[in-house]
C-alpha cells in the first residue's frame, strides 16, 4: 500500500516536470490541521514557469481530477493543500496494519546490500560511553535497513592493532597476574596499560621495549601472537556479552588486524595510480590539488595507518560484499580523515567511491559530575546501564508497587532510557546526558513512549481479556465494517493521521541516515494516543464505537512497538 504521501508525489509527478522522489520531500506538514495533512509549496515552480507561485497553485488544482488520489485538494496562495479522506485511511490503513501486525513497515528485498561500519572499540579497554552513540546509531540503522527489504551486513571494526599492543605484552610479562586477567580481563587489562604509562615516566626504557614487541607482533612471533590473540579473545567474549545485554548484533568483527596481508597489495596500488610519494622515509598521498592536506599512508618505521586499513577494508568489503552503500558510523571529529578516504578511493579509479558515506556524530557530555570512571578519565557504558536500570527499578517500585516482574520492567526502561535518550537527538549536534530527562515518564523519552505501549495493552487486556496480545487478528474481525464513519472527534483524526505517517518516517529515517525523525515520530504518536486517551474514552463507549476505538489503539500498539523494536528498545507490556 503506497503511503498518502506517495500518492501525492506520483500524482504531481504527471502534472509537472519533476520525479515523485524530487517532489516528495518538499511535500510539508502544515501547522495547523485546517490547512490540509500535506502541503505542496509552488514557490520551487515560480522561476521555472515564470508565473506567479499562487497562479500555479489554482492551476494545478483545477487540473486535477476528483478521485484522482483518496482525498481532496485545495489551493491556498501559493500552496496546493492536500486532505487524505478520513474512512479511506481508516479502512485501508487499519486494515493494513492490524493484518501485517509485527510486520507493519517491512518491505519486500530490495536486492540491495547496505554495509554498515560501527562500534569499533579497542580490544583490552573497557566498552567506553563514547562508542555509545556510534553503537546505538549504526544499530538502529541496520534494524530500519533490514526492515526495508535491504540484505544488510553490521561489521564491528574492532581495534585490535597498534603499538599499544607492544605495551600491553610487556606490562602484562613484567606485572600481570593470570588469575586477575581471567576474573575482569578488560578492566585488568586496562588497569597494566595504565600501569605502564605511569612507570614508563620512570623508566622510559620500557618505550622501546613495547616497540620492541610490537615488531614481534608483527613478524608474528609465535609468543607474542599467543599473548594478543588471548588478550583478543577474551576482549571480544567481554565485548559480546554487554552487545547482548544491549541488544546489539553484528555479522562480522573483523578488526584492523585482519587487513595486515592487504596493506602491500593496497599501497602498491596507490603507487601504481601515481599517488604516492616519499617523504623522509614515510609514504604519502598528495591530496593537495584536491584541496585536502597530505595523507600519511606509512611511517618511516613501516607502520601503516589507519587509512591505509580504510582503503584496504572498503576494497575488500566490495569484493565481498558488493555493496549499494558502505555506511561509517563515526564520530564528526573523523570528517578530513573521510574527505582524503573517499578522494582516494575516486582517485584509486574505483566507481563505487561515492558509495561509500560517513554518517558522522556529535560527542555526548554528562550533566551529572558525579558519574565518573573508577579510572577518574573514562566513562564506562556497563557502569552507566547498571544505574539506568538501578533508577529505573526505584521509579517503578513507587510507581507501580505491584508489578509482577519489576527487574524484568526495569531493564527494559533503563536500556531503554539510554538509547533513545542518544536517538532521539539529531546525530549531528552533541548530546548532553541527564539522567532526569532521560527517565522522564512525561518528557521526550523512551519511558513516555513505553508507557503509552503499555497502557494501551492495560486497556485491550481490560476489554479483550488476557489473550490480548499479538498482532490482534483475532479479536477485530468484522469490527471495520462495524466501526467505519465512526471516529470524527478531531483526537480521533489526529491519530490515524499520524499513524499513516510512520512508513514515511521509516523510509526518511534510513534516506537521511538519521533515526532521530523514528524516534520523534514515536514521540508524536504517544504524545497524539495521549490526548486521545483523555477525551476519548475506550472502555466505556457504546457497542460500535467501543470497537472503533479499539480498533485504532490496537493500530497505535502494533505501530509503536515496531517503531520501537527497529530503534532497539523493548516494548512492555507491564511498567
Known amino acids: 500500500?503506497?503511503?498518502?504521501?506517495?500518492?501525492?508525489?506520483?500524482?504531481?509527478?504527471?502534472?509537472?516536470?519533476?520525479?515523485?522522489?524530487?517532489?516528495?520531500?518538499?511535500?510539508?506538514?502544515?501547522?495547523?490541521?485546517?490547512?490540509?495533512?500535506?502541503?505542496?509549496?509552488?514557490?520551487?515552480?515560480?522561476?521555472?514557469?515564470?508565473?506567479p507561485p499562487h497562479v500555479i497553485a489554482a492551476e494545478l488544482a483545477a487540473r486535477?481530477?476528483?478521485?484522482?488520489?483518496?482525498?481532496?485538494?485545495?489551493?491556498?496562495?501559493?500552496?496546493?493543500?492536500?486532505?487524505?479522506?478520513?474512512?479511506?485511511?481508516?479502512?485501508?490503513?487499519?486494515?493494513?496494519?492490524?493484518?501485517?501486525?509485527?510486520?507493519?513497515?517491512?518491505?519486500?528485498?530490495?536486492?540491495?546490500?547496505?554495509?554498515?561500519?560501527?562500534?569499533?572499540?579497542?580490544?583490552?579497554?573497557?566498552?567506553?560511553v563514547g562508542h555509545l552513540r556510534s553503537t546505538v546509531i549504526g544499530s538502529?540503522?541496520?534494524?530500519?535497513?533490514?526492515?526495508?527489504?535491504?540484505?544488510?551486513?553490521?561489521?564491528?571494526?574492532?581495534?585490535?592493532?597498534?603499538?599499544?599492543?607492544?605495551?600491553?605484552?610487556?606490562?602484562?610479562?613484567?606485572?600481570?597476574?593470570?588469575?586477575?586477567?581471567?576474573?575482569?580481563?578488560?578492566h585488568y587489562l586496562y588497569h597494566l596499560y595504565v600501569q605502564f604509562h605511569r612507570e614508563a615516566e620512570k623508566e622510559p626504557e620500557l618505550n622501546e621495549e613495547a616497540r620492541y614487541w610490537f615488531r614481534k607482533l608483527e613478524l608474528e612471533d609465535e609468543d607474542a601472537v599467543g599473548i594478543w590473540e588471548h588478550f583478543r579473545g577474551l576482549s571480544l567474549i567481554e565485548f559480546q556479552r554487554l552487545y547482548r545485554l544491549m541488544g546489539i548484533e553484528f555479522d562480522s568483527y573483523q578488526g584492523e588486524s585482519f587487513y595486515n596481508n592487504m596493506l602491500e597489495e593496497t599501497l602498491e596500488l596507490v603507487r601504481e595510480k601515481g599517488l604516492l610519494k616519499e617523504s623522509e622515509g614515510a609514504l604519502l598521498a598528495d591530496l593537495e590539488p584536491y584541496g585536502l592536506p597530505p595523507c600519511l599512508l606509512r611511517k618511516k618505521d613501516g607502520a601503516a595507518l589507519y587509512i591505509t586499513r580504510d582503503l584496504a577494508a572498503a576494497i575488500y568489503r566490495y569484493k565481498t560484499y558488493r555493496f549499494s552503500k558502505l555506511l561509517y558510523v563515526v564520530g564528526a571529529e573523523q570528517t578530513l580523515h573521510f574527505k582524503q578516504f573517499f578522494k582516494l578511493l575516486e582517485l584509486l579509479g574505483f566507481p563505487w567511491a561515492d558509495d561509500c558515506i560517513h554518517v558522522p556524530f556529535g560527542l555526548i557530555h554528562f550533566k551529572d559530575g558525579r558519574m565518573s570512571t573508577r579510572e577518574g578519565k573514562v566513562i564506562f557504558l556497563e557502569d552507566v546501564i547498571?544505574?539506568?536500570?538501578?533508577?529505573?527499578?526505584?521509579?517503578?517500585?513507587?510507581?507501580?508497587?505491584?508489578?509482577?516482574?519489576?527487574?524484568?520492567?526495569?531493564?527494559?526502561?533503563?536500556?531503554?532510557?539510554?538509547?533513545?535518550?542518544?536517538?532521539?537527538?539529531?546525530?549531528?549536534?552533541?548530546?548532553?546526558?541527564?539522567?532526569?530527562?532521560?527517565?522522564?515518564?512525561?518528557?521526550?523519552?523512551?519511558?513516555?513512549?513505553?508507557?503509552?505501549?503499555?497502557?494501551?495493552?492495560?486497556?485491550?487486556?481490560?476489554?479483550?481479556?488476557?489473550?490480548?496480545?499479538?498482532?490482534?487478528?483475532?479479536?477485530?474481525?468484522?469490527?471495520?465494517?462495524?466501526?467505519?464513519?465512526?471516529?470524527?472527534?478531531?483526537?480521533?483524526?489526529?491519530?490515524?493521521?499520524?499513524?499513516?505517517?510512520?512508513?514515511?518516517?521509516?523510509?526518511?529515517?534510513?534516506?537521511?541516515?538519521?533515526?532521530?525523525?523514528?524516534?520523534?515520530?514515536?514521540?508524536?504518536?504517544?504524545r497524539d494516543f495521549n490526548k486521545f486517551y483523555h477525551n476519548c474514552p475506550v472502555l466505556t463507549a457504546g457497542?460500535?464505537?467501543?470497537?472503533?476505538?479499539?480498533?485504532?489503539?490496537?493500530?497505535?500498539?502494533?505501530v509503536l512497538h515496531n517503531g520501537l523494536e527497529l530503534l532497539g528498545i523493548e516494548a512492555p507490556e507491564e511498567m
Open 543 to 558: 457497542g460500535s464505537l467501543k470497537e472503533a476505538r479499539l480498533l485504532l489503539i490496537e493500530g497505535v500498539r502494533i
Open 64 to 128: 486535477i481530477e476528483p478521485g484522482s488520489i483518496p482525498g481532496t485538494v485545495q489551493n491556498r496562495g501559493p500552496y496546493l493543500n492536500f486532505y487524505i479522506d478520513r474512512p479511506y485511511l481508516f479502512e485501508k490503513l487499519l486494515l493494513e496494519i492490524t493484518g501485517r501486525g509485527i510486520d507493519y513497515g517491512k518491505e519486500k528485498g530490495q536486492n540491495k546490500t547496505i554495509v554498515i561500519d560501527y562500534s569499533a572499540p579497542n580490544i583490552a579497554k573497557p566498552f567506553g
Open 1 to 51: 500500500m503506497l503511503t498518502f504521501k506517495e500518492e501525492v508525489a506520483g500524482l504531481l509527478s504527471s502534472l509537472i516536470a519533476m520525479s515523485p522522489a524530487e517532489i516528495a520531500p518538499l511535500l510539508e506538514i502544515p501547522p495547523e490541521p485546517g490547512m490540509g495533512d500535506y502541503a505542496f509549496p509552488c514557490f520551487v515552480l515560480a522561476r521555472r514557469q515564470k508565473k
Open 140 to 186: 538502529a540503522l541496520y534494524r530500519i535497513y533490514r526492515a526495508l527489504g535491504y540484505r544488510v551486513v553490521g561489521i564491528n571494526h574492532i581495534g585490535d592493532w597498534g603499538t599499544q599492543f607492544g605495551k600491553l605484552i610487556v606490562a602484562f610479562r613484567r606485572w600481570g597476574d593470570s588469575s586477575q586477567l581471567q576474573k575482569d580481563p578488560v
Open 386 to 526: 547498571n544505574r539506568a536500570i538501578e533508577m529505573a527499578q526505584n521509579i517503578i517500585r513507587e510507581k507501580n508497587p505491584g508489578l509482577e516482574n519489576k527487574e524484568k520492567a526495569a531493564k527494559a526502561v533503563g536500556l531503554g532510557a539510554i538509547i533513545f535518550g542518544d536517538l532521539v537527538n539529531d546525530r549531528i549536534k552533541d548530546v548532553e546526558f541527564d539522567w532526569e530527562k532521560v527517565l522522564d515518564f512525561s518528557g521526550e523519552t523512551a519511558p513516555y513512549v513505553q508507557y503509552a505501549h503499555a497502557r494501551i495493552c492495560s486497556i485491550l487486556k481490560k476489554a479483550l481479556g488476557e489473550s490480548a496480545t499479538g498482532s490482534g487478528e483475532r479479536h477485530f474481525d468484522g469490527a471495520l465494517a462495524r466501526a467505519e464513519g465512526l471516529l470524527e472527534a478531531p483526537e480521533e483524526e489526529q491519530l490515524l493521521i499520524t499513524l499513516a505517517r510512520f512508513k514515511e518516517q521509516l523510509r526518511r529515517a534510513a534516506e537521511e541516515y538519521r533515526p532521530s525523525f523514528l524516534a520523534r515520530y514515536l514521540l508524536d504518536l504517544a
